[in-house]
Every structure is written in structure tokens, then in C-alpha cells.
């Protein structure tokens, strides 16, 4: 009677997510460009705290991450006890429509939006509503007339994945400040360490009742294998998430990692400054060869082709060149290639694959 075992409403609606492909048969060494990795990987820091783990392994971790939080709390200048760590950003994001969205409840994002947040808000129950973007960029007017009385959550990454563009403080705070009285704000701060001097929004939390900023030790730091995110918020939301969180819910080694990487800012910084250089250097590239990308201030950028034809044309020709970079028609962008910025060697060869697929052309 297998027709009686049901899951929840709207978890069958879920379509599955699939990450950055990092194989392409046949092809033995592969650049993968496919999930906006840091191609510099950890601070060294952090992988010897990861080698030192090693001999605790029998002993469960601790379950409040008072000493991760309190060094993210002084490189942050942030208060420790507003902090959460979790399992990845993602998990963040699980644990704020888990707890503020079910049946009847609407979670907006964006047009082009980091697709989790269609997902997270489908397995709790609720109704995901996407705003259209203009010209690739959020847009604030749209997202306040999309509120509804049902309206509980309103996700902005910014930089924003996969287009790379952002808003601004002023455009930021003009949305906390509008949104109904019920609705969280949640601002997905992924890449702002890519952003020379922004706090991912911490400062707007500071100020503000309503609004949430998640990070994640994913990208800058080089740690997307081992899944660490963290959000800073206003107590009470802190208070709730904390009550949803399992309380092993990141190992030793993910604690004790996540908290020499974060004290390692020199390893930051040089990241910070590469990307930057070489996301330029791509991004000009490109358009000698006629394909343009918006201005990015992530770790990728997002090449616009002539149609999704020609898009899909070049991504084949990447891969018979041993290149993976990333279809992105799952985010209404067919037209696209989201191509994260890798090291040097890295760029000048999907930068030369692409020239050479323009050329034949
Ligand atoms: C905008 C955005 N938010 C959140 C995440 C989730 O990152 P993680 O769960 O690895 O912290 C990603 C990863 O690609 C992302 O692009």
C-alpha cells in the first residue's frame, strides 16, 4: 500500500539540485570552473587543524561552538552570543524556513536566485515566490510588491550567484525598512568576502530587528569539502534557529578548522586581491572575443552568449577541451555560462578554449 506513504506537501515539487559536474569522460585532468571554488584552496592553518583532529575522533563535539563563534565574533568585531554555525550556509538557510515558513507562508527571492532557497522553502511546507530582476540586478521595488501579509522570509545574496552583481547599503536597508512587520530579511552573504571592505550586511543587523545575514566557509576560505557556515542575527532569531539546530550538528574537525581559517585573514586577503586581479583579467578577455559579462564582484563571472545555442554550443567545446564551467538555465539564464575565476593557468585557458570556439564560428 505504498500509494498511503505520503511525504509532506510540497516536498514531490522539489526538483533535485545538481551541483558543479567535475568529471568529463574520457578527459583525465579536468579544469573544473563548474563551482565557484577557491582554486588557492585552505589557509595552511587550517589544514593542520584539520590533520590535528585527527586524534579526537572517538569524542563528540561540542555543541554550543563558543570558541568558533567567539573567534568569528573577534575578527568580526560581531557579539558571539548573536551567532550560529551550521553545516554550510545551506544549512542556515534550512533552519530560517524550517522555522519561520510553513503551509500558507510565502518565501521570496529573486528571479535569478541561489536555488536553495526554492528548495528549503518547498521542504518546509511553504510557497516559494520568485520576483523578477532587472537586467540581472534585485530590485527592491519588485520585492516590496511582492510582499504579502503571508510573506515570511526574503532572500537577497549579495553578490548574488550566479549573476555576480549586488546592491547596495542604502538599497539593502531601503528593503529592511519596507517589508511587512512579519517578514525576516535575509541577506546570503556567500561571497562577501570577495568585497573589498563589506561586511555582508552585519552592520544592517546590528541596526535592524529583521534582518539575518548567513556566510559560509565554502568560498574564500577553500572549505566547500567540509561544509561550515555561520549567520549572525537579532537574539531572538538566534534563539530560535538554536532550538532547530542538532546540537552535533558540525564535528570537531569542522569546528576547529573553520576557527584557524578564520584567524588566518593574511590567507583571506590574498585570495581577496588574486580573484579580484584575475576576475578583471577574464572578464576582458571575454569581451575581446565578444562575449560580455556583467560586472562581478563575486569569484565568478557570468559570460552572456548570443542565445542559449551558442551558450550550450561553447560548454560542449569546453568539455571536449577537458573545461567545466556552469549551465545555468536552471536559474532562467540559457543564454549563459557561469565560470568561476580560477588561477591564473585556469584563466587564460577557458579565456583561450572560448576565443577559439568564437573564432570557428
Ligand atoms: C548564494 C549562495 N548561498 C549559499 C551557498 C551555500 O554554500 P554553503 O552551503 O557551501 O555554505 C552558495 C553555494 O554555492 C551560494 O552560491
Same mark, same amino acid.
Given at each position: 500500500?505504498? &500509494?498511503?506513504?505520503?511525504p ?24 573544473? @570552473?563548474?563551482?565557484n ?11 593542520? /587543524? ?7 575522533? !572517538? ?5 554550543? =561552538? ?7 565574533? $573577534?575578527? =568580526?568585531?560581531?557579539?558571539? &552570543?548573536? #551567532? ?49 530582476e ?14 504579502? &501579509? ?6 537577497? /545574496?549579495? %553578490? ?10 542604502? $538599497? #539593502? ?5 519596507? @517589508?511587512? %512587520?512579519?517578514?525576516? @530579511? ?10 573589498e ?10 541596526? +535592524? ?32 534557529l538554536n532550538r ?44 575581446? !572575443?565578444?562575449v ?25 567545446? @569546453?568539455?571536449?577541451?577537458? #573545461?567545466?564551467?556552469?549551465r ?19 584563466c +587564460? ?13
Amino acid at each position: 500500500m505504498s &500509494d498511503m506513504i505520503r511525504p509532506q506537501p510540497g516536498i514531490l515539487d522539489i526538483d533535485l539540485y545538481v551541483g558543479g559536474q567535475s568529471h568529463v569522460e574520457g578527459v583525465a585532468e579536468v579544469v573544473k @570552473l563548474s563551482s565557484n571554488e577557491n582554486p588557492f584552496g585552505p589557509s595552511t592553518k587550517a589544514v593542520e /587543524a584539520f590533520r590535528r583532529t585527527a586524534h579526537t575522533l !572517538h569524542r563528540y563535539p561540542n555543541t554550543d =561552538h563558543a570558541s568558533l563563534r567567539r573567534a568569528i565574533g $573577534e575578527v =568580526h568585531g560581531l557579539d558571539p &552570543d548573536r #551567532i550560529i554555525c551550521g553545516v554550510g550556509s545551506d544549512e542556515l538557510i534550512t533552519f530560517l524556513c524550517q522555522a519561520y515558513a510553513g503551509p500558507g507562508d510565502e518565501v521570496l527571492f529573486t528571479e535569478h536566485g541561489f536555488l536553495m532557497y526554492r528548495i528549503s522553502a518547498l521542504a518546509a511546507g511553504a510557497k516559494p515566490v520568485e520576483v523578477a530582476e532587472c537586467d540581472r540586478v534585485a530590485d527592491v521595488d519588485a520585492l516590496l510588491a511582492g510582499c504579502t &501579509d503571508r510573506t515570511r522570509l526574503v532572500f537577497i /545574496a549579495n %553578490p548574488n550567484n550566479p549573476t555576480g552583481t549586488m546592491l547596495g547599503g542604502n $538599497e #539593502i536597508a531601503r528593503l529592511a525598512d519596507g @517589508l511587512p %512587520p512579519q517578514a525576516i @530579511l535575509v541577506l546570503d552573504g556567500a561571497y562577501a568576502e570577495y568585497v573589498e571592505g563589506f561586511d555582508g550586511g552585519a552592520s544592517l543587523v546590528g541596526s +535592524r530587528s529583521n534582518v539575518f545575514m548567513t556566510r559560509t566557509f565554502s568560498k574564500i576560505y577553500g572549505l566547500g569539502g567540509l561544509r561550515i557556515g555561520w549567520g549572525y542575527g537579532p537574539r531572538h532569531i538566534i534563539d530560535v534557529l538554536n532550538r532547530v539546530r542538532g546540537p552535533f550538528n558540525l564535528s570537531t574537525t569542522q569546528l576547529e578548522v573553520a576557527e584557524a581559517a578564520v584567524r588566518d585573514q593574511d590567507h583571506v586577503a590574498k585570495c581577496r586581491a588574486e580573484n579580484a586581479r584575475l576576475r578583471v583579467w577574464l572578464a576582458e578577455a571575454l569581451a575581446e !572575443h565578444g562575449v560580455s559579462c556583467d560586472t562581478s564582484l563575486a569569484n565568478f563571472v557570468l559570460a552572456r552568449f548570443h542565445d542559449a545555442d551558442e551558450a550550450s554550443a561553447c560548454d560542449d567545446f @569546453l568539455k571536449s577541451q577537458g #573545461i567545466i564551467v556552469r549551465r545555468v538555465a536552471g536559474y532562467k539564464l540559457p543564454d549563459c555560462l557561469r565560470i568561476t575565476v580560477g588561477d591564473e593557468a585556469s584563466c +587564460r585557458r577557458v579565456a583561450h578554449c572560448i576565443g577559439q570556439f568564437k573564432g570557428a564560428r
